[in-house]
Nanobody, 130 residues
Framework: QLQLVESGGGLVQPGGSLRLSCTGS????????VGWFRQAPGKEREAVSC??????????LYKDSLEGRFIISRDNAKNTVSLQMNNLEHEDTAVYYC?????????????????????WGQGTQVTVSS
Protein backbone atom coordinates (compact mmCIF):
# COMPACT_ATOMS: atom_id res chain seq x y z
CA GLN A 1 0.00 0.00 0.00
CA LEU A 2 1.44 3.32 -1.08
CA GLN A 3 1.83 5.94 1.64
CA LEU A 4 2.80 9.54 0.97
CA VAL A 5 4.42 12.04 3.30
CA GLU A 6 4.84 15.72 2.48
CA SER A 7 7.62 17.83 3.95
CA GLY A 8 9.27 21.18 3.46
CA GLY A 9 6.49 23.54 4.38
CA GLY A 10 6.93 26.50 6.68
CA LEU A 11 6.82 30.26 7.05
CA VAL A 12 8.44 32.33 4.33
CA GLN A 13 8.44 36.01 3.42
CA PRO A 14 6.93 37.23 0.16
CA GLY A 15 9.40 36.73 -2.64
CA GLY A 16 11.02 33.80 -0.88
CA SER A 17 11.26 30.16 -1.92
CA LEU A 18 10.35 26.77 -0.51
CA ARG A 19 10.88 23.26 -1.76
CA LEU A 20 8.21 20.73 -0.89
CA SER A 21 8.85 17.01 -1.06
CA CYS A 22 6.43 14.13 -1.40
CA THR A 23 8.06 10.88 -0.39
CA GLY A 24 6.44 7.55 -1.08
CA SER A 25 6.78 4.31 0.81
CA UNK A 26 5.41 0.87 0.09
CA UNK A 27 5.44 1.33 -3.66
CA UNK A 28 7.55 3.10 -6.27
CA UNK A 29 6.39 6.46 -7.68
CA UNK A 30 8.32 5.87 -10.88
CA UNK A 31 6.16 6.14 -14.01
CA UNK A 32 3.20 7.05 -11.81
CA UNK A 33 1.14 10.21 -11.98
CA VAL A 34 1.71 12.40 -8.94
CA GLY A 35 0.03 15.71 -8.30
CA TRP A 36 0.47 18.62 -5.94
CA PHE A 37 -2.63 20.35 -4.62
CA ARG A 38 -3.36 23.09 -2.16
CA GLN A 39 -6.22 24.28 -0.04
CA ALA A 40 -6.41 27.74 1.41
CA PRO A 41 -8.73 28.56 4.34
CA GLY A 42 -12.31 28.80 3.16
CA LYS A 43 -11.47 27.68 -0.36
CA GLU A 44 -11.76 24.45 -2.27
CA ARG A 45 -8.74 22.26 -2.86
CA GLU A 46 -7.11 23.11 -6.18
CA ALA A 47 -4.55 21.45 -8.38
CA VAL A 48 -1.15 23.12 -8.56
CA SER A 49 0.95 20.83 -10.70
CA CYS A 50 1.34 17.22 -11.72
CA UNK A 51 3.90 14.92 -13.25
CA UNK A 52 3.66 11.64 -15.11
CA UNK A 53 5.95 9.71 -17.37
CA UNK A 54 6.86 6.53 -19.14
CA UNK A 55 10.32 6.09 -17.69
CA UNK A 56 12.05 7.91 -20.56
CA UNK A 57 10.71 11.40 -20.10
CA UNK A 58 8.32 13.18 -17.77
CA UNK A 59 5.20 15.09 -18.67
CA UNK A 60 4.32 18.03 -16.45
CA LEU A 61 1.35 20.35 -16.07
CA TYR A 62 0.92 23.55 -14.08
CA LYS A 63 -1.93 25.75 -13.02
CA ASP A 64 -1.75 28.60 -15.52
CA SER A 65 -0.98 31.33 -13.05
CA LEU A 66 1.83 29.35 -11.41
CA GLU A 67 3.85 28.26 -14.41
CA GLY A 68 7.23 29.88 -14.25
CA ARG A 69 7.22 30.18 -10.46
CA PHE A 70 6.66 26.54 -9.52
CA ILE A 71 8.67 23.60 -10.81
CA ILE A 72 7.75 19.95 -10.28
CA SER A 73 10.31 17.17 -10.55
CA ARG A 74 10.86 13.60 -9.45
CA ASP A 75 13.81 11.71 -8.00
CA ASN A 76 13.23 8.01 -8.43
CA ALA A 77 16.24 7.08 -6.34
CA LYS A 78 14.59 8.81 -3.35
CA ASN A 79 11.05 7.87 -4.44
CA THR A 80 10.20 11.54 -4.18
CA VAL A 81 8.34 14.15 -6.18
CA SER A 82 9.29 17.72 -5.33
CA LEU A 83 7.69 21.10 -5.89
CA GLN A 84 10.09 24.04 -6.02
CA MET A 85 8.16 27.23 -5.28
CA ASN A 86 9.82 30.54 -6.07
CA ASN A 87 8.82 34.19 -5.66
CA LEU A 88 6.09 33.20 -3.23
CA GLU A 89 3.11 35.46 -2.72
CA HIS A 90 0.60 35.87 0.11
CA GLU A 91 -1.94 34.07 -2.09
CA ASP A 92 0.21 30.93 -2.05
CA THR A 93 -0.56 30.42 1.63
CA ALA A 94 -2.32 27.06 1.97
CA VAL A 95 -1.96 23.48 3.06
CA TYR A 96 -0.18 21.64 0.27
CA TYR A 97 -0.95 18.00 -0.45
CA CYS A 98 0.50 15.44 -2.80
CA UNK A 99 -1.45 12.58 -4.27
CA UNK A 100 -0.58 9.65 -6.49
CA UNK A 101 -2.25 7.32 -8.92
CA UNK A 102 -2.48 3.62 -8.11
CA UNK A 103 -1.86 2.67 -11.73
CA UNK A 104 1.34 3.25 -13.69
CA UNK A 105 1.72 5.06 -17.03
CA UNK A 106 -1.45 7.15 -16.92
CA UNK A 107 -1.13 10.79 -17.88
CA UNK A 108 -1.71 13.12 -14.96
CA UNK A 109 -4.55 15.63 -14.86
CA UNK A 110 -4.89 18.94 -13.05
CA UNK A 111 -7.99 18.15 -11.07
CA UNK A 112 -8.26 17.69 -7.34
CA UNK A 113 -11.45 15.72 -7.91
CA UNK A 114 -9.99 13.23 -10.34
CA UNK A 115 -10.45 9.60 -9.22
CA UNK A 116 -6.93 9.04 -10.55
CA UNK A 117 -5.49 10.31 -7.29
CA UNK A 118 -6.20 7.47 -4.90
CA UNK A 119 -3.37 7.99 -2.43
CA TRP A 120 -3.03 11.23 -0.51
CA GLY A 121 -0.60 12.60 2.01
CA GLN A 122 -1.55 14.48 5.17
CA GLY A 123 -0.42 17.86 3.90
CA THR A 124 2.17 20.45 4.83
CA GLN A 125 1.42 24.07 5.74
CA VAL A 126 2.92 26.87 3.68
CA THR A 127 2.51 30.37 5.05
CA VAL A 128 3.72 33.40 3.12
CA SER A 129 3.84 36.41 5.37
CA SER A 130 6.05 39.35 6.23
Amino acid sequence: QLQLVESGGGLVQPGGSLRLSCTGSGKSLDRTAVGWFRQAPGKEREAVSCISGNGNEDYTLYKDSLEGRFIISRDNAKNTVSLQMNNLEHEDTAVYYCAADSVMFRVCVLSANSPMYEHWGQGTQVTVSS
